[in-house]
């Protein structure tokens, strides 16, 4: 799956943690961010992760752990 910066995406699955996208990244709970919570990608990093803008911050999340808001599988 191709995604691209500006699209809507949202979790497939619950995290173990989130780690910010801070210059300084710091270990945050999962529970900032919710399994229906939409959010959009704002920035590509290397080894497939993603910045994604999220209503509680900006987190780094693999891609694999993405889907594309409103894709049903």
Same mark, same amino acid.
């Given at each position: 799956?191709?995604? /691209?910066?500006?699209?809507?995406? /949202?979790?497939?699955?619950?995290?173990?943690?989130?780690?910010? +996208? $801070?210059? &300084?990244?710091?270990?945050?709970?999962? $529970?900032?961010?919710?399994?229906?919570?939409?959010?959009? &990608?704002?920035?590509?990093? +290397?080894?497939?992760?993603?910045?994604?803008? *999220?209503?509680?911050?900006? *987190?780094? &999340?693999? /891609?694999?752990?993405?889907? &594309? *808001?409103?894709? $049903? $599988?």
């Amino acid at each position: 799956m191709k995604l /691209s910066v500006g699209e809507k995406v /949202s979790l497939q699955v619950p995290l173990p943690y989130l780690k910010t +996208a $801070d210059p &300084i990244s710091m270990l945050r709970p999962p $529970d900032l961010v919710s399994l229906d919570e939409v959010g959009v &990608i704002i920035g590509i990093r +290397a080894n497939n992760l993603l910045e994604v803008k *999220f209503r509680r911050g900006n *987190f780094l &999340i693999p /891609s694999e752990r993405l889907k &594309i *808001f409103g894709m $049903d $599988d």
